[in-house]
């Protein structure tokens, strides 16, 4: 599994994903420290963005945010992702900055890219 920050483990509990689902995981770190999740998609508008809501695995959790992923097709042939988080106050979104969700964010894009070129290359 490609997805998440480098040294993480991804443990699927359910996952569906079309507009309205839900994706329920935990990011484990290696000495077992787990970290529980849900996505639930908001929009998937193929192949151009996916927006959820992001946060624990918990009912209206404090933390959560909304992130959206876009997808532009450039004139070379590449595409650009950009992923944006939208926090509802600029102290979550500094807290979570501080926690390094961009660096994070940077090593789980860097994983996606080597998945993506693996895939290509068989």
Do not use: C
């Amino acid at each position: 599994m490609w997805f998440g920050p480098e040294g993480m483990a991804i443990e699927t509990k359910e996952i569906d994903l079309s507009p309205g689902g839900v994706w329920r995981f935990d990011m484990v770190a290696a000495g077992g420290t787990r970290y529980s999740n849900r996505m639930v998609f908001l929009r998937m508008e193929a192949p151009a963005l996916i927006e959820v809501e992001h946060g624990s695995d918990q009912e209206n959790d404090p933390g959560r945010f909304r992130m959206l992923v876009t997808f532009d097709e450039q004139s070379d042939g590449k595409t650009v992702l950009t992923l944006r988080q939208m926090h509802p106050s600029r102290e979550q979104r500094e807290r979570t900055i501080g926690f390094g969700a961009v660096e994070y964010g940077g090593q789980t894009l860097e994983k996606l890219a080597l998945h993506v070129a693996k895939v290509r290359g068989r």
